[in-house]
Structures are given as C-alpha cells and as structure tokens.
C-alpha cells in the first residue's frame, strides 16, 4: 500500500492519519502547515483524526512569514 506526498509514492501503515505522517517526516504538531489530501484542504484540527487510504495524494507545505519590515 502507498500513497503520494508531495509528488513522490510513500508508503504507510493502516489506519495512518495525518498527524502521523507528518510526525513522521518531522513536522511538529504546531507547525505552521497546509494539506491537501486528494485535492481538498484538511482543516488542522482534523489532522488527528484524517485517515489515509491506499492511493492518496498528500500535498503539504510550510506558512513562511517575511517581507520588509
């Protein structure tokens, strides 16, 4: 079983979510992340509670603030 994050085939455990996938790769739970899961936005507080299944396509990406001050 697998799915793709960020455009490359990953695999997963059942009953996986998202919050622990983006453990998995690092990413605190704080942080400040979008994701897309099979091209709909995940709200943060359903991280926890969004399983993957077979086949998804997981996008994410970082908030990065900056610009002149």
């Known amino acids: 079983m ?4 960020n455009g490359e085939i990953a695999p997963f ?10 453990d998995d790769r690092g990413v605190g739970a704080d942080a400040p992340v979008a994701v897309q899961r099979n091209g ?3 709200a943060p507080g359903a ?3 969004t399983v993957l299944a077979d086949g998804d396509v997981v996008e994410y ?6 610009g002149r001050p």
Do not use: D, H, M, N
Request: hydrophobic content about 60%.
């Open 40 to 42: 709909a936005f995940v």
């Open 61 to 66: 990406l970082f908030f990065l603030g900056g």
């Open 13 to 22: 455990t059942p009953e996986q979510t998202i919050a622990e996938l983006l």
């Open 2 to 5: 697998s799915i793709t994050v």
């Open 47 to 49: 991280f926890a509670e």
